[in-house]
């Protein structure tokens, strides 16, 4: 095969990449000419470069910083006078069939995310549509771009493409729904195991508990006083729920000023709405607690495999009472749960306000359509040190396991999938107090998820925490200090055959490596051996097999505030995900740049000669490099060059 710039050289597929780097690119009036075009088309539906059309600038062949020609955009879309071709697996312009379609459309320019069918059709007509209707809609006859042109139909078989398994299509069968050793199902107790209340360290204390007091002589029951303070008459103002809250808190002085913060930014109907027909049904749901929940929860503590499975209607209950603040003090290692912070500080801010009012949702949508039918289900995994790799010694390889988007968002267009929460150790983190990242915004969209930090002790190194069914309620624009809410989300997702939504969380927490020093240290083993071994166990089979498991939907997880290196973490969760022979899907939040250096490295990665020991001893060798003198982008793509062309 031969490919002319200035001169006719044949290339060897697996070496291409250094090859080009000895080529001299094209210039721009070459890539103008219809010769060269046509030379260039045949050359890509050739060829299995990744992001081929990002190859070829006027001043350097580099994959991340060229600038495409944009009047090369329907090669780089994947189209020709003939129809589309394919890529094989690393390639973003992949035909992923059924399960997802991911395109370019070259260089500096944005390139589409992963899509499928039933997940585009929601958004071809306005956004306002995708807000207020489902994400997983009907199929459509066509995919369309974000722009709204129609994607032309593959006509190519000569490539090879690979789809992103998700989840109910590649599910097995689930056995019976029923309470085990390791499995509290919270409505499916037997009578002869039925206990009404358990007040201890390894249980939910419940604040309908009849050991919850309210004086410190315990002589006046909690959930009496408070039944009472919310029903004796309507409550009218946020002054009157704050009289209420600390009448049955037994507390002094309390202002929920962050609830005042934000009805002033409110119309008049809406806060008239909420005392008549929002709050009213929080308080019912909420003092519906004892006849909910009739069976003691079990605490999801350090060291423990068990999942906690309950209602919609349980959690809203649940949900309810944090809300009104009423659960008793929390346990030492748990995060928070009720709405204390959330309520009563200052929320001036925006960003503060949008996220109260996301909640705030959620309680209006379940006074205004009622509560889910259906289930979710909260586990803790916890793996034994003989159940983690030697990584040293693992030869899984890396083919066909990892496609990159810089566009979507995880819980959407990672439907199907695993998709992983960037977890605090605390799980929740500051979900109902200042934090507004990522696993903040998840919860406030999921408010369901809230729920996980009532039941889950911080979390050890060798765990992660589940969380499967959780509605959205929301959509948003925005991250951190720029999140809105931004309309209703009306989840149709289908359910299993557990009645849950297949809706997978994976809640990892990563290392902090807040300064500039600290940076460094993140590629010393031992902190790259825990990093390996957290998301191990987040992608864990937990006993299924493989061929039943979805693929992973995954970002710049521990990067951020954190100060994790994007490319060390992008390279952990891969070896990870391949040595559970799961699939990745990796979304890079808007960081085009970053993409193109990850499709890049991927491709180098996909050699046979390349596996998870191979990358655990390229980390060895950079864990002894000086940082100053080479990053670790360049040194992975050096030594990788390296071990292809060696071969």
């Known amino acids: 095969m031969e490919f002319e710039t200035n001169k006719t050289v044949k290339v060897k597929q697996k070496n291409i990449l250094s090859y080009f780097k000895k080529i001299p690119p094209p210039t721009t009036d070459q890539m103008e000419n219809s010769k060269m075009e046509n030379k260039l088309l045949t050359f890509a539906e050739q060829r299995d470069l990744n992001r081929f059309a990002e190859t070829f600038g006027e001043e350097e062949l580099d994959l991340t910083t060229t600038e495409f020609p944009k009047k090369r955009s329907r090669i780089a879309a994947g189209s020709d006078d003939e129809g589309t071709f394919d890529v094989s697996a690393t390639s973003s312009v992949l035909n992923l069939q059924n399960s997802s379609q991911l395109t370019t459309d070259g260089g500096d320019e944005e390139s589409s995310g992963f899509r499928d069918e039933a997940h585009t059709s929601s958004k071809t007509s306005t956004e306002q549509q995708q807000r207020n209707g489902a994400v997983h809609s009907p199929k459509t006859d066509q995919t369309m771009d974000d722009e709204g042109e129609e994607e032309l139909p593959n006509k190519s078989s000569k490539m090879t493409s690979f789809s992103l398994k998700r989840i109910p299509k590649c599910s097995g069968s689930l056995p019976p729904l029923k309470s085990t050793s390791q499995h ?5 107790q037997p009578e002869s195991r039925k206990e009404t209340d358990k007040w201890d360290d390894n249980h939910v204390k419940l604040p309908c508990s009849p050991h919850n007091k309210i004086s410190k002589n315990g ?12 029903t004796f008459s309507p409550i009218s103002s946020a002054k009157d729920l704050e009289e209420r809250v600390m009448t049955y808190r037994g507390q002094s002085t309390m202002q929920l000023r962050g609830l005042h913060d934000y009805f002033r930014t409110c119309t008049k109907q809406y806060v008239q709405e909420f005392f008549t027909s929002t709050l009213p049904k929080i308080v ?3 003092l519906l607690l004892p006849s909910l929940i009739t069976t003691p929860i079990p605490l999801l503590r350090c060291g423990m495999n068990h999942k906690i499975t309950m209602t919609h209607q349980q959690a809203a209950s649940l949900m309810s009472n944090a809300f009104l603040c009423t659960y008793p003090r929390h346990l ?19 960003g503060r306000r949008q996220k109260l009012k996301t909640f705030l949702h959620y309680f209006d949508r379940i006074a205004k359509d009622g509560v889910s039918d259906g289930n979710l289900t909260f586990e803790r995994r916890s793996l034994k040190p003989d159940e983690v790799p030697a990584w040293s010694e693992n030869t899984k390889t890396f083919q066909n396991m990892m496609l990159v988007d810089h566009k ?3 819980e959407q267009e990672g439907y199907g999938m695993l998709q992983v929460d960037f977890a605090n150790k605390y799980i929740g983190g500051g979900a109902l107090g200042n934090g507004l990242v990522q696993e903040e915004i998840r919860f406030a969209i999921c408010p369901e998820l809230v729920v996980s930090m009532l039941l889950c002790e911080k979390m050890n190194d060798n765990e992660a925490i589940i969380m499967t069914g959780a509605e959205q309620f929301s959509d948003y624009d925005g991250y951190a200090h720029t999140y809105m809410w931004s309309g209703s989300f009306h989840d149709l997702t289908e359910q299993d055959e557990w009645r849950r939504i297949t809706t997978q969380i994976v809640a990892i927490d990563a290392l902090p490596f807040h300064t500039p020093l600290a940076v460094r240290d993140q590629f010393k083993m031992h902190n790259v051996r825990r990093e390996l071994k957290k998301a191990y166990c987040g992608f864990h089979h937990g006993g299924e097999s493989a061929t039943n498991l979805p693929a992973i939907a995954t970002g710049n997880w521990g990067c951020g505030a954190f100060g994790g290196d994007p490319i060390l973490k992008a390279v952990i ?7 559970l022979d799961r699939q990745l899907g990796y979304f890079t939040w808007k960081d085009l740049h970053l993409r193109n250096k990850l499709e890049r490295l991927y491709q180098m990665m996909q050699s046979p000669l390349i596996n998870v020991g191979t990358m655990w001893r390229l980390l060895v060798e950079y864990s002894s490099v000086d940082a100053s003198e080479e990053d670790f982008y360049s040194f992975l793509l050096d030594s990788l060059t390296t071990l292809n062309y060696d071969d």
Do not use: P
Request: hydrophobic share 45%; proline share 0%.
């Open 184 to 188: 509290t199902v919270l409505f499916d």
């Open 219 to 230: 002589n006046r029951s909690f959930w009496e006083t408070l039944h009472y303070t919310l």
């Open 284 to 286: 019912e749901l909420a």
């Open 332 to 350: 030492k290692d748990f995060n928070f749960i009720n709405f204390t912070n959330l309520l009563c500080s200052s929320a001036k801010s925006e």
């Open 408 to 410: 979507g968002k995880i």
């Open 573 to 579: 969760q891969l070896m990870a995900a391949s040595s």
